[in-house]
């Protein structure tokens, strides 16, 4: 049952219908497209929850007229994904990947690449969308680790590059054989703006939108208070209530990037899913954590990914080069500790928990 809350419905029948709605989802079977829940905590306060791109998603946000836009966000999320998803066959990214060029059909595509290729210029190649080829041969893709030897990254390196492509308004075209495109570490956030764009056109002001960890907020909460998000500790084990840092936002995008998860060991080295671009090897470096903050996701995720490749103090560089951009890094201080560093414009909205 869904909650069909309407204006000037008094607080307990609208509580009412909240515990008959939760008590419902937990009772039926889900599959991996249904809403996992949907909750009315205050008249007017909308919580939805889903799965896309392998991942799961959820968006609070506050309407006086309580609607549920679960299915509209599922249906967007489902359109979005035929352009962008490398996992499946005939969204448009898997026919360009497969062909040489690419007419574009639907408004996705065109705006990823604009904003991949400024990042791409303005980090030197550290953010770039085509080394997708190179982070599968190390292990990281579906199929496990491919490497053999040197030889294999020296080839694939002749195709890595987003200089190797070239697009205009209507068509995406490829300058070498053999380009992949693979825009995994931007989508989540670009699909954050997604549906954070749709909300604003629905009129709602006020909202937090999260998909696998990237996050637009804007506007207030509830309580008339900024939306605050927490910054992991990186660690291996920590949880989601292991906090660094609290973050609060005001009309922004955030992503972090990490190398504290996804790794694994052989011969007794750390092989770290961050490959470096230019050396088709992975990065070997103290940066554990970049959080970056700027006007969309889609942005503030490519300068993270772009940030874990170039380590800590070509990152603090480029921080003090960009004013679109508020950075909080967190790095190995050598001793078995962390030291971190933030922007000077973010720290008015950093917050650290007291250690236990």
Known sequence: MRPNARKNIIYSIVLLVAIMLVYSWRNRD?????LTETTVAVAGKITLSGNTMGTTY????????SRDLQASIDSLLIVFN??????????????????????????????????SQKVYENTNGAFDPTVGPLVNIWGFGPSGPEL?????????????????????????????????????AIAKGYGSDVVAEFLKNKGVSNYLVEIGGELVANG????????????????????????????????????TSGNYRNFYVRDSVKISHTINPATGYPVNHTLLSATVLAKDCMTADAYATAMMVMGVDRAIQLDSTLNQIEVFLIYDDGKGGFKTYASESLKP???????N
């Open 148 to 184: 053999k030897d040197s030889v294999d990254i020296k080839n694939l390196l002749t195709t890595v590059g987003f200089s190797k492509i070239e697009f205009d308004q209507e068509q995406l075209r490829k300058k070498v054989p053999g380009i992949y495109l693979d825009f995994s």
């Open 220 to 255: 207030t909460n509830e309580k008339g208070e900024l939306w605050k998000v927490g910054v992991n500790r990186p660690e291996e084990s920590a949880n989601a209530s292991d906090l660094i840092s609290i973050i609060a936002l005001q009309d922004r995008g955030m992503a």
């Open 82 to 115: 035929q352009s962008l998803s490398t996992y499946i066959p005939d969204s448009e990214l898997s026919q360009f990947n497969l062909g040489d060029t690419l007419d574009f059909n639907l408004p996705y595509l065109l705006p990823v690449l604009e904003a």
């Open 30 to 34: 889900k599959t991996e497209t249904e």
């Open 58 to 65: 959820n968006v609070t946000y506050l309407d006086e007229e």
């Open 349 to 355: 909205f950093l917050s650290f928990p007291q250690e």
